[in-house]
């Protein structure tokens, strides 16, 4: 064998793809690229860093709330829940006073710093599922400003069997369900022991959306509202999309004044909101994690992430923190 023999054998084998066999593996890679984006969340938006550190920075003023030395009831009651000091009075001898009326976000001192809600006003109004109505989760009170002494004023009007706000002097509903004010993220306090009740109730019954209650069963009947403590809390903001996909705008399950005392109808509706907020996720899991989240798409079994338009989209953002 002479030397040029050796060389031939020496060299390394070389490939060329032909045109054909090129497009065929860019055509394969460009269909397991289009089915690893179908079943994301959605599509990438430029807007959602903006829209999570939000989101953060809200749980940090809950964390801050939690952690004062006065505090003992961890974080605060959403509005509409009865206050801890009317716990043991009877419904008849209830005021408003003895209900939360003012909005979570008066509360902890953000209420009027829109660019702590939604800079990008995702939330077009407050209707976050855009049905033209408020429901109970959708609700928030704007408030009066009195510019001169720098603070809010509330209607002190209660919610009715109707399932809608009632606007007392101050038109507030209307005002939410115009585009002029971006909505606040829906704030959930949680109690975990009372969350893991009623998911071990709903399992039980089979109840993928949360609708039945019973205040006779095991589970339930121990709760008491308000709870001792809110040692977590949901936070639920809208998609890119504009929408939650329903998620906030559920009815209450079971039924006020049969099933339940309906002085606690906002405090068993946050529970079956948290519940399907979280429900593929361990109550006693992860302390902090974000979701993107379409109820919508669960309740109707439909594509991954399908809007009720019909087309694709990120659901709700949620954030869950627990002590």
């Not at 801890?84 to 001898?93: C, F, G, H």
Request: with cysteine; proline share 7%; net charge negative.
């Amino acid at each position: 064998m002479d030397k040029r023999s050796n060389e031939s054998v020496s060299k390394p084998l070389r490939y060329s793809l032909t045109l054909k066999q090129s497009l065929t593996i860019i055509t394969i890679v460009a269909i397991l690229l289009g089915l690893t984006l179908a079943v994301r969340p959605g599509h990438p938006d430029p807007s959602e860093p903006r829209t999570i550190a939000n989101m953060d920075q809200v749980a940090k003023v809950f964390l801050e709330y939690a952690a004062r030395k006065d505090n003992v009831t961890g974080f605060p009651p959403a509005y509409g829940y009865l206050r801890t000091e009317a716990v043991e009075k009877p419904s008849n001898s209830l005021t408003d006073a003895d209900f939360v009326l003012e909005p979570y976000t008066y509360t902890v001192g953000i209420h009027g710093i829109d660019d702590v809600y939604q800079l990008h006003r995702y939330a077009q109004s407050f209707d976050m599922n855009g049905d033209g109505q408020l429901s109970l989760m959708e609700y928030l009170p704007l408030g009066e400003l009195d510019n001169a002494e720098g603070t809010y004023e509330f209607s002190t009007s209660m919610y009715t069997g109707t399932n809608r706000p009632q606007s007392g002097t101050l038109d507030e509903v209307e005002s939410q369900l115009s585009s002029t004010y971006s909505r606040p993220f829906v704030y959930i306090p949680i109690n975990k022991a009372q969350l893991q009740a009623a998911r071990d109730y709903w399992s039980e019954q089979n109840d993928a959306l949360g609708a039945s209650y019973d205040s006779t069963d095991s589970r339930l009947a121990s709760l008491t509202f308000p709870p001792a403590v809110y040692d977590g809390f949901v936070l639920i903001g809208n998609s890119p999309s504009g929408t939650d996909g329903g998620l906030c705008a559920v009815d209450p399950p079971g039924t006020p004044g049969d099933d339940y005392d309906s002085r606690y109808v906002y405090h068993i509706l946050g529970l079956r909101v948290a519940f399907l907020a979280t429900r593929d996720w361990p109550v006693d899991g992860k302390a902090d994690k974000l979701y993107d989240f379409s109820f919508m798409d669960r309740k109707m079994a439909v594509q991954l992430h399908r809007l009720p338009d019909g087309s694709m989209g990120h659901g709700a953002f949620i954030k869950v923190v627990m002590f």
